[in-house]
């Protein structure tokens, strides 16, 4: 079966997608589960009532036909509903009602019925939106946040002027033109440094293993601005190459997975 | 005909004109030129032969089968000894690679591939791993070039065999090929390039590129599907991995399949009459897609080589967008491109090629790829470019990443 083999209904949703956006202001709970590195991410919001109904609900996803589809179905489903009950709806309940899914986009449902039921238990837990935002809840696809850690980075002086950098000098900077060049965030000058590389290459990564890059608000809004991509809850553990950098295996935190991510250039400045 | 039936072969483009279809995925599947079905005909019906047979009907196949050998050597500057054809390129590939590694044992046992291979080299490969042999996968650069600096580098005194394509089926992007054939002569070390996806895009002559091995498939110049072609040099040695009766001078057994290499005979011809013409204006197709996608866009990459690219290949991302629905949403609009989203894999995995050029994953996922072809019209782009624009902005309007990759002011 190919994986885009969707049911009419499936598509249909995919299509003409219901409750999207988001809700705000009081009695509003949110459900974030996913990655982007996984490919899809989805926010659910409810609006509880006073007697624990679901008044309201929303979505917002990132991902694939069936990823967009589970999510808009979920919301019809439990709209109107009790939170126990709502909490019933499990995920073979978004596949049956979709009339079935690929085999391989099973945990598409999963997705959905993790975020109604985080938006739930954040709901109950008095968790506003914008902290559930910032911690996702456990998946499938995304099991527990691993602790973050001091780690020290095995091979790093191996590598000493063979795409390791401690430091850039300006005049230096021509010298990476077209090299994928990874930054490790130690804040506002190395974020600085990743925005000036932009001007000399087309690929600059700060890393951070923090939600996101510990700078200045200043500097973040100017980040934002810029040409920097920022990998964020990475953790370099070691460089690795033959003679030269070529690959840097990295600490996925959010999904406590190790994954090598190819560059030419790392520079962690003193 | 004999029978009377007078046989009426739609143009493919007109065909997929009347079913509205925009058709931008080339590089997946072609359509059989009509005037090679022309030719393949005959050779279903009257001259069905068998060319091992030593009778007048097997002596016209035979015939038949010699002088197409020869037409499909001469688009590739080979000499027609030095064709095998073989069930399709993944075929042509399992010869050259394994073959060329069981054959050569002795004098090594160390096999350098590049990170940016197709998926049925790389699997190849790794089957010789678990057969003992040693594989060192050669690093490419942020287009997707391998760089022949690394790639020696890796080069030991046991390595017997380097494999790298011509081009990027996914990303487009054209190896520096003759370099590496220039780095690796004189070593004894064997070249085998993939040059399924280059084939009729980019010249292909092994009298200017000393390639060893060269795995072609027929479909990829708008011949039949199922039919490929190893060129083998005249003194590189490969051993069978089908055995049988002992045809194509024992590589490759069971009877050839006639009308098929007429077929790719026949496309050959037409490809070497009309490839300038037709590369120039697959380009100019292709390259308005992209001054208008990356104009027209916001937040639209061009993934690969910018100037070393297949002519008929386009191949973008978009900041937080799934690749498997925008490929979804096309096909509602009549488009059919292809996508290295994990999503729309086997695997759910993302594209190797696009995480080997450095990409995050979720860049990745955000991919989409058009590859034009010889039916492909200037208002493809045009019908391309009614949908996706509203396409991306519908997904984003969905996702809940877009806005934080958007500035909005402070």
Known sequence: ?270 | MSDGITLTLQDPGEALRSAGVVYADYQSAKPVDPRVVRAMLPYLTEKFGNAASLHGVGDVATEALEEARGRVAALFGAEPREIVFTGGATEASNLAIVGYALRNRRKGDHVIISEAEHISVLNIAKYLEKQGFKVTRAPIDLHGRVSPKKLRARITDETILVSLQWASSEIGTVQPIAEIAELLDGTGIALHSDAVAAEGLVPIDTGEVPVSLLSLSSNDIYGPRGLGALYVRQGVQVAPVLLGGGQERGLRSGSEDLASIVGFAAAADLMAAEMPAEVERVRAIRDKLVERVLAEIPDSHLNGHPEHRLPNNAHFRFDAVEGEAMVLSLRDEGIAASTGSACSSKTLEPSHTLISCGLLHEEAHGSLEFTFGRWSRAEDVDRIMEALPDVIHRLRALSPLYKTSTPTGS
């Open chain 1, 1 to 270: 079966m190919k994986s885009t083999q969707y049911t009419e209904k499936t598509l249909e949703h995919f299509r003409n997608p219901r409750n999207v956006g988001t809700l705000e202001g009081e009695n509003v709970a949110v459900g974030r589960v996913g990655n982007p590195v996984c490919g899809d991410m989805m926010d659910i919001y409810i609006r509880v009532s006073p007697d624990d109904t679901i008044e309201d609900i929303k979505f917002q996803t990132f991902g694939c036909g069936s990823a967009v589809a589970t999510s808009s179905m979920i919301t019809e489903l439990v709209q109107g509903m009790k939170l126990d009950d709502a909490l019933k709806v499990s995920r073979g309940d978004v596949a049956d009602a979709l009339e079935g899914l690929p085999p391989i986009k099973m945990h598409c449902s999963n997705l959905a019925a993790d975020a109604l039921h985080e938006a739930i238990k954040n709901w109950r837990e008095g968790v506003g939106p914008e902290d559930a935002k910032k911690t996702p809840g456990g998946t499938a696809c995304h099991p527990i946040p691993a602790e973050v850690a001091a780690v020290e980075i095995q091979n790093l002086d191996a590598y000493e002027g063979k795409g390791l950098y401690r430091r850039v000098a300006v005049d230096e900077l021509p010298k990476l033109a077209d090299e994928r060049v990874v930054v490790l965030d130690t804040g506002d000058r190395s974020a600085q440094l990743a925005m000036d590389l932009t001007d000399h290459t087309g690929r600059v990564v700060l890393m951070t293993s923090g939600k996101e890059p510990s700078v200045s608000p200043a500097v973040r809004s100017a980040l934002r601005l810029s040409d920097v991509k920022v990998l964020a809850e990475a953790q370099p553990l070691e460089l690795l190459g033959e003679g030269e950098l070529e690959r840097i295996r990295v600490h996925d935190l959010n999904e406590d997975e190790e994954y090598e991510l190819t560059a030419d250039a790392f520079v962690v400045l003193e």
